[in-house]
């Protein structure tokens, strides 16, 4: 396993970039586009892959691309994991009795679903889990706290699972559904919610459900048409996290930033 990092010169120092820009910057590398437009502390420059600089103006920024090594991207992955061979994405059927499969099983049968589970994988996507710690250090960071993060449930149809298991939640599906609180991707508290409407069935009867882990932050009311939080006061540049139904008991988070859900577990399941 190794993942490349991409950094900008900031005094003497190389800072790496956040994960979007550092997607951006490798994309452009590997289809050898040479130029591209990012953002470094809020202003606009133009990155030239070839010789990376970025430059605005008369300003140039050295850039580098890293090639972080294997035993530190190793390091940051769950103990539970087990060994991906070299790929990227790998799902994990658990085995029934578990301790793991035990503890998923309760959430999922938490509010009462007796549904039968036919299996639950653990999804296991580098890439991914490392952009969602790197949001979840900028959260406490931010939030000065570290009471970000929820485990949630999101129903899916049949065809989506291999892009979420790939690529992750897009908000771009948003609204598909009826998106009463906001352009964002939808994840409810409560797993009968989620059984009920958004999972749908395959030929064979199947549902799935992911119970993923969300950070949620600190959080307001959302509202038709969002499409990102709200500003948290009038004068301050920081916005809410996410929003939610209610605040007070909320039984649904809607998140607006694709890197602030994982789906760590995949349950299929088939009504009694």
């Known amino acids: 396993i190794s993942t490349v990092e991409w950094q900008y010169q900031s005094g003497r120092k ?3 970039f ?24 809020s202003e606009v420059y133009n990155a030239d892959i070839v010789y ?57 049968r938490k509010t009462g679903l007796s549904s039968n589970i036919i299996k ?7 890439a991914l889990w490392r ?15 570290k009471n970000n993060e929820k485990c949630l449930f999101h129903g899916t149809g049949p065809h989506t699972t291999d892009q979420i298991n790939n690529q992750g939640f ?15 991707t939808y994840f409810a508290v409560d797993p009968c919610y989620s059984a009920k409407g958004y999972c749908k069935a395959d030929a064979n009867g199947h549902k799935r459900m992911y119970l993923a882990k969300v950070l949620v932050g600190e ?6 048409g969002l499409r990102t939080p709200p500003k948290r006061s009038s004068k301050g540049v920081h916005l809410y996290d996410s929003v939610t ?28």
């Open 14 to 16: 190389f800072k790496p």
């Open 18 to 41: 956040d994960p979007f820009t550092n997607c951006d910057l490798e994309e452009a590398f590997i289809s050898q586009t040479t130029s591209v437009q990012i953002k470094i502390n």
């Open 52 to 108: 990376k600089v970025a430059t605005r103006g008369g300003k140039r920024i050295e850039l580098k691309r890293v090639q972080l090594k294997a035993e530190k991207y190793k390091s940051s992955l769950p103990s539970n994991w087990e060994d991906m061979k070299g790929q990227s994405v790998v799902l994990i059927e658990l085995k029934a009795g578990s301790q793991e499969f035990t503890d998923v099983e309760k959430e999922f």
């Open 120 to 126: 639950i994988e653990r999804v296991q996507n580098c």
């Open 131 to 145: 952009n969602y710690m790197i949001k979840k250090e900028e959260l406490e960071d931010k939030n000065k706290h």
């Open 170 to 184: 897009n908000r771009s599906f948003a609204g598909m559904n009826g998106a009463m609180y906001g352009n964002g």
């Open 219 to 224: 959080f307001t009311k959302g509202k038709k």
């Open 245 to 272: 139904d209610k605040t007070k008991n909320p039984s649904m988070f809607v998140v607006f930033n694709d890197v602030q859900a994982y789906p760590e577990y995949l349950i299929t399941f088939q009504k009694k």
